[in-house]
């Protein structure tokens, strides 16, 4: 069954690396959600966030392939109840139309929007949200004129996970430890696969 | 002299050097033991041609005709020696030339390290002459690349360059080094060989749980089968994987790759697996009780269709590679990490056993399989000659110490099939990607990898044609190397298909040959053609006994299929004899 996966991905920072993981995708005709790239919790190491709609074996078979890279320090996949989540979307809207007909107060305790700039010609909404959210703005605005619309990548944060702190310590050894080689499957499939 | 007295210096002091970047690439690759480069120089390229002239007594260059013709070269240096190939193009349509090489090395995991000249850095992006985005096009294809802008990165690239061809799961680099790195001069401090990058690990940590789970489901296995690719001579573990067949008598067939790791007279050497491989050990995959595979990645010609294949057996697979792990057959007990490791652990918890009616049941096949194919094919009984039979007497003229390069198509097949092998890194071919043109160059680096040996490239009259410019390197460097070209006036291969799968619909396959012995005369290479079985023997001892390189062209039957052969879409046990 397809549904969305959000990767997060620990690269090093390498010019032509974003080609190298991108093709990854296209190759195998998937199209990219969304796709983030930004610092990690640690300096010079990049954090990508790539949102795919795929089947859990794909998502698998395509996670191993990219954490097999040279630059790529380490490569997970998540389904949404996994992962704290977050995209910012931004909403250009006229000003005139805003102050006549909208209750602006009531717009941003409702849908949670921060007014970013306001010019005599135009306003410009913020928010930050789930994609429900984010949308339901969309078509609120849409209703009064909106110029234009902008939406981010999704960003991720894993529930569980500890940071990259203690695992980068033991990729800088020359010899890791099993424990820091994660296995390309869930210790506890690993753990079933024993005959 | 001059370059070792320098580099005596560096060590004495430690004092760093000016030197230029094209100078660094030198120092680099004599740093990493490369004796032989195979290349075409250019303007992008030219300050390390330069360079390389002062390094002429060290650093021997190969001057190719074609790029690819150089890549391909690196290639079969590779496979024979079991060293990375070393190959240099200049920007632009060099550096393009070199792709279908390095996709061929991708594919077939053959370590290669690639460099590239490319336009001034300051140029990078304005369309300049000869300016091609040689990173972008060849990140596909390479295993790792890099390009590099300032000289001062030169040392370090090329370290890494080296380590990541060669090892874990080898594949090729590419490093794309502009003009004015070659010519910038740096402060040079001295070359330091990569053993460690920290976003790279080569191999994966071989877990005990596993090596034990698999040997106690081999220990209760009835009909055990091993299939084993090129990992085994990648992973140099030809005596470990023969101890570990040995010792609980199993069964082992190959990919056409792995042909070659154990010596094809051995006894428990069942054949070759997949679409024109033997019938044995195609129907018995799907009767085996525990299939173990062994450094190989279940490739589409190997397995038929998925569904119907091996659906009764357990499954071990060996790999270093854990993407390949469950990426076309499900693993039982996957095993990660380097069979030379693995092997051994599981080896040593085996108990001895005797699978002697197990494995007499592809005697069995054998039997079956001669009546039906191989006998007509090596004893035909018709005046026309056959593929097989050339095959068998170079066996016979060879003893099966012959390094065998081959390219693609009905030859390829037949040669893998008959070939006799008595030692590893014998068999280079183009497996993976199947690319036509490939023997005649990569038999001229297959020489150099293994100067002592006897090469002889076996190709077909279309793959001939595609590198046939190659013969000018022969020439020129007078290179050893026999050239058998089994001529059947047809793109063989997709004829087969033709004549199979679209009713005889024989579209754009009839292909015409030059001349060959002319032309081969015309580079000053000695030849013959024959096309009677009374000549045969004789040609080919004389091609063997020439004291230099030489072609010979046989006419085989113009319409011979290749059988035993599982049709595309099929499943192993669906194999035909006819």
Redesign the interface.
């Known amino acids: 069954m397809k549904q969305e996966y959000t990767l997060t991905i620990y690269?090093?920072n390498q010019?032509?690396l974003l080609?190298?993981i991108a093709?990854m995708f296209s190759?195998r005709k998937i199209n990219i959600e969304s796709m983030n790239t930004s610092p990690s919790e640690i300096e010079g190491i990049h954090r990508f966030n790539i949102l795919i709609n795929e089947t859990e074996d794909v998502v698998?078979?395509i996670v191993?392939?990219i954490?097999?890279q040279?630059?790529?320090?380490k490569a997970y996949f998540n389904t949404n109840d996994t992962i704290i989540w977050q995209e910012l979307a931004l909403y250009k809207v006229p000003t005139a139309i805003i102050a006549e007909k909208v209750k602006v107060e009531r717009l941003l305790r409702t849908y949670g929007a921060r007014v970013v700039a306001i010019r005599s010609d135009y306003t410009i909404f913020e928010t930050t949200g789930q994609r429900e959210e984010t949308d339901t703005l969309l078509k609120v605005l849409g209703e009064y004129g909106l110029i234009e619309f902008v939406r981010s990548a999704r960003i991720a944060i894993i529930k569980d996970s500890k940071g990259f702190h203690e695992k980068?310590k033991e990729?800088?050894l020359?010899e890791?430890?099993?424990h820091i080689?994660d296995?390309?499957?869930s210790a506890a499939e690993?753990a079933s696969?024993?005959? | 002299m001059q370059t070792e007295m320098i580099n005596e210096e560096i060590e004495a002091t430690s004092a760093p050097i000016e030197i230029t970047g094209g100078d660094a690439v030198m120092r680099a690759l004599v740093a990493e033991g490369v004796d032989t480069i195979f290349g075409y120089p250019g303007g992008a390229i030219m300050p390390i041609y330069d360079a390389l002239y002062d390094y002429r007594d060290q650093l021997e260059h190969i001057l190719v005709r074609h790029e690819q013709g150089g890549i391909h070269a690196g290639q079969g240096y590779a496979r024979t020696s079991g060293r990375t190939g070393v190959v240099f193009a200049t920007s632009g349509p060099g550096a393009t030339n070199l792709v279908t090489g390095l996709a061929d090395a991708m594919i077939d995991s053959t370590p290669l390290v690639c460099i590239t000249g490319q336009v001034f850095a300051h140029l990078l992006g304005t369309d300049a002459f000869q300016e091609t985005d040689v990173?972008?096009i060849t990140?596909?294809v390479t295993?790792?690349?890099?390009?590099v802008t300032d000289a001062n990165e030169i040392p370090e690239a090329l370290a890494k360059a080296f380590y990541?061809a060669n090892s874990g799961r080898p594949g090729p680099v590419l490093i794309d080094i502009t003009k004015n790195a070659q010519l910038q001069k740096f402060s040079y401090a001295g070359y330091k060989p990569c053993?460690?990058?920290?976003?790279?690990?080569p191999k994966?940590?071989v877990?005990k749980?596993?090596t034990a789970?698999a040997a106690?489901?081999i220990n209760k296995a009835e009909r055990p089968l091993v299939i084993f690719g090129q990992g085994v001579i990648l992973g140099r573990a030809e005596n470990e994987f023969k101890a570990f067949i040995e010792k609980s008598g199993m069964p082992a067939a190959w990919t056409i790759l792995g042909l070659s790791a154990l010596s094809t007279d051995h006894p428990l050497n069942v054949g070759m697996l997949g679409m024109h491989g033997n019938y044995g050990p195609n129907v018995l995959t799907n009767e085996c009780d525990v299939l173990i595979a062994v450094g190989m990645r279940f490739d589409d010609r190997v397995t038929g269709r998925l569904d119907r294949y091996a659906k009764q057996a357990?499954v071990i697979h060996l790999d270093i590679?854990?993407?390949e792990?469950?990426?076309n057959v499900k693993?039982?007990?996957?095993v990660?990490g380097d069979c030379k490791e693995t092997l051994p652990m599981i080896t040593a918890l085996l108990e001895k056993k005797d699978h002697s009616s197990w494995v007499n049941k592809f005697s069995e096949c054998m039997e079956k399989e001669k009546e039906a194919v191989i006998n007509n094919e090596l004893h035909p009984s018709t005046d026309i000659l056959t593929m097989g039979e050339v095959i068998e007497q170079l066996n016979l003229l060879t003893n099966g110490d012959a390094v065998i390069v081959t390219d693609v198509g009905q030859h390829q097949m037949v040669a893998c099939r008959y070939a006799k092998f008595n030692q590893s890194k014998s068999n280079v071919t183009s497996g993976g990607l199947g690319t036509m043109g490939f023997a005649l160059p990569a038999a001229i680096g297959a020489k150099y990898g293994a100067k002592d040996r006897t090469v002889v490239a076996v190709i077909g009259d279309g793959g001939v044609q595609m590198t046939i410019q190659e013969l000018g390197t022969i020439m020129q460097n007078n290179i050893n190397v026999k050239i058998l070209i089994l001529n059947n006036r047809f793109l063989g291969m997709v004829r087969q298909w033709q004549d199979l799968f679209h009713e005889k619909r024989y579209s754009f396959v009839d292909i015409a040959s030059p001349d060959y012995v002319t032309v081969a005369k015309g580079y000053n290479i000695e030849g013959n053609s024959i096309e009677e079985r009374k000549d045969l023997v004789g040609a080919l001892e004389t091609m063997l006994k020439h004291d230099g390189p030489y072609l010979l062209e046989v006419f085989v039957g113009k319409e011979n299929n290749v059988f035993p052969m599982v049709p595309q879409g099929c499943g192993v046990g669906e194999i035909r004899l006819k």
């Open positions: 690269t090093e010019v032509g080609n190298r093709i190759r698998r078979k191993r392939q954490e097999k040279v630059d790529v320090l980068l990729f800088e020359a890791p430890t099993q080689i296995e390309p499957i690993a696969k024993v005959v | 990173i972008n990140t596909p295993k790792w690349n890099y390009q990541i053993n460690h990058i920290r976003s790279y690990r994966p940590v877990r749980e596993f789970a106690e489901m357990k590679d854990p993407s792990i469950d990426k693993a039982d007990v996957p990660w």
